[in-house]
Antibody
Framework: EVPLVESGGGLVKPGGSLRLSCAAS????????MIWVRQPPGKGLEWVSS????????YYADSVEGRFTISRDNAKKSLYLQMDYLSAEDTAVYYC???????????WGQGTLVTVSS | DIQMTQSPSTLSASVGDRVTITCRAS??????LAWYQQKPGKAPKLLIY???TLESGVPSRFSGSGSGTEFTLTISSLQPDDFATYYC?????????FGQGTKLEVK
């Protein structure tokens, strides 16, 4: 069973919005900080945002601050990323991931591709 | 912000070789340094955390070391499955920063 499954990616026009979801299973979702990491095609990994287990602490990379909103629903074991004012530079595979607490990222989803293009 | 720089960017090696990848931080960091392996089209896989702790299930030919601003990932005897891209990652001030990656390719 895959512990993290993302959905919601797709093609969106510049300036548009998209909401990514991540469904967790097989572990106590409510106990872990969750993270979004992205990877532009052919490039390296970039941390996007993280949210603590109870949503008390939320952090964003400078590149998405003010445009992206991370949230979670522990009852539904789900993580979300609302992305607004998208630009071509946001084109990437977006991974949902778990911080095991060391901190290190031990569980990753399969990724969902977001393409921003007119 | 702390920057992480990996070297080399590309490394050509053969099965059985001992290889070392270096990750340098722009300032001294704590022991929150991890290493990941990524294969094309796949999500990254955690290999090592806290500089030198091997993740469960990772072969013992992988090892990590370092302190301050310089850290290394060593593969003692390269296996066919090890050809991939490797990333270091640090955690500081509530942010995660990745190195740019090192592609390990067949010589």
């Amino acid at each position: 069973e895959v512990p993290l499954v993302e959905s919601g990616g797709g093609l969106v026009k510049p300036g548009g919005s998209l909401r990514l979801s991540c469904a967790a299973s097989g572990f106590t979702f409510s106990s872990f900080t969750m993270i979004w990491v992205r990877q532009p095609p052919g490039k390296g990994l970039e941390w996007v945002s993280s949210i603590s287990s109870s949503s008390n602490y939320i952090y964003y990379a400078d590149s998405v601050e003010g445009r992206f909103t991370i949230s979670r629903d522990n009852a539904k074991k789900s993580l979300y990323l609302q992305m607004d004012y998208l630009s071509a530079e946001d084109t990437a595979v977006y991974y949902c991931a778990r911080d095991e607490g060391e901190p290190a990222i031990d569980y990753w989803g399969q990724g969902t591709l977001v393409t921003v293009s007119s | 912000d702390i920057q992480m720089t990996q070297s080399p960017s590309t490394l050509s090696a053969s099965v059985g070789d001992r290889v070392t990848i270096t990750c340098r931080a722009s300032q001294s960091i704590s022991r929150w340094l991890a290493w990941y392996q990524q294969k094309p089209g796949k999500a990254p896989k955690l290999l090592i955390y806290k500089v030198s702790t091997l993740e469960s299930g990772v072969p013992s030919r992988f090892s990590g070391s370092g302190s301050g601003t310089e850290f290394t990932l060593t593969i003692s005897s390269l296996q066919p499955d090890d050809f991939a891209t490797y990333y270091c990652q640090q955690y500081h001030s509530n942010t995660y920063t990745f190195g740019q990656g090192t592609k390990l390719e067949v010589k």
